[in-house]
């Protein structure tokens, strides 16, 4: 038996590089069920601010989206593009 080779070392290493990148969802979706929950709260007090809190609470899932959506990128790179092969 030879052990692995680097092909698949590499491609192995990638593999786990992906899932390790899809994890960061994780970190968005969590804030973003708080802030949704800050955000129907705060509505719930002060129902005349609901279209400057719903704004602002949405401009701050999009910017909190990114990082997940980074994440799900560098899988996608990892697993579909071809990596260096040494």
């Known amino acids: ?3 692995i ?3 698949a070392f590499v491609l192995g290493c990638s593999a786990i590089g992906a899932g390790l990148a899809v994890i960061a969802g994780i970190g968005p979706g969590v804030g973003q069920g708080i802030a949704a929950g800050y955000g129907a709260s705060a509505v ?3 129902p005349g ?3 400057s809190i719903m704004s ?4 701050g899932q999009a910017v909190a989206e990114t990082t ?3 994440g799900f990128v560098v899988a996608l790179l990892l697993l579909f593009v071809k990596p260096l092969m040494p």
Do not use: F, I, K, V
């Open 1 to 3: 038996m030879d052990g």
């Open 5 to 7: 080779s680097s092909e």
């Open 44 to 46: 719930g007090r002060n």
């Open 49 to 51: 601010a609901r279209g």
């Open 56 to 59: 602002t609470m949405l401009l």
């Open 68 to 70: 997940g959506l980074y």
